[in-house]
């Protein structure tokens, strides 16, 4: 039965490494240290760097903001805009232990499917999302 599956793109390890990459090279032009991790669709790792000098805590704010991303299809900063006025989904995600709720992961989309999302910590958040776009740009 045809009609009962989809067939979707999928990011692959190259394609991972190449928006890693991307977004290692931009973080160390703009010199900061940042951790960088790259998720697949289900928001499961498939490869993270910390590069010399990233302050220790950025390794699981980076990981979590690329899960957050890929789980709702949005970039991380967008999400307090979305949720800020449901007192109630706000109260229950922000207790949710892997959520980030701040700039610094975004969806990797292909042919309007997410495949997976870039998640980067150790900057001010503008420099995290300027990180983000670089990492992204690897695909376009």
Same mark, same amino acid.
């Given at each position: 039965?045809?009609?009962?599956?989809?067939?979707?793109?999928?990011?692959? @390890? #190259?394609?991972?490494?190449?928006?890693?990459?991307?977004?290692?090279?931009?973080?160390?032009?703009?010199?900061?240290?940042?951790?960088?991790?790259?998720?697949?669709?289900?928001?499961? @790792? %498939?490869?993270?760097?910390?590069? #010399?000098?990233?302050?220790?805590?950025?390794?699981?704010?980076? %990981? *979590?903001?690329?899960?957050?991303?890929?789980?709702?299809?949005?970039?991380?900063?967008?999400?307090?805009?979305?949720?800020? *006025?449901?007192?109630?989904? @706000?109260?229950?995600?922000?207790?949710?232990?892997?959520?980030?709720?701040?700039?610094?992961?975004?969806?990797?989309?292909?042919? #309007?499917?997410?495949?997976?999302?870039?998640?980067?910590?150790?900057?001010?958040?503008? *420099?995290?999302?300027?990180?983000?776009?670089?990492?992204?740009?690897?695909?376009?």
């Amino acid at each position: 039965m045809t009609d009962a599956t989809i067939s979707k793109p999928r990011l692959t @390890l #190259d394609g991972a490494h190449r928006v890693l990459e991307a977004a290692r090279a931009h973080a160390q032009t703009i010199g900061i240290p940042m951790s960088i991790a790259v998720v697949d669709q289900g928001g499961a @790792l %498939i490869v993270f760097v910390r590069m #010399d000098g990233a302050a220790f805590a950025s390794v699981e704010l980076a %990981i *979590d903001k690329a899960h957050s991303a890929a789980g709702f299809g949005y970039p991380t900063e967008d999400f307090f805009t979305l949720i800020k *006025d449901d007192l109630s989904l @706000l109260h229950g995600l922000t207790t949710h232990g892997r959520l980030a709720l701040f700039a610094g992961g975004a969806p990797i989309v292909v042919q #309007d499917a997410v495949v997976g999302a870039l998640g980067v910590s150790g900057g001010r958040s503008v *420099d995290d999302v300027e990180v983000v776009k670089a990492g992204l740009g690897a695909l376009s």
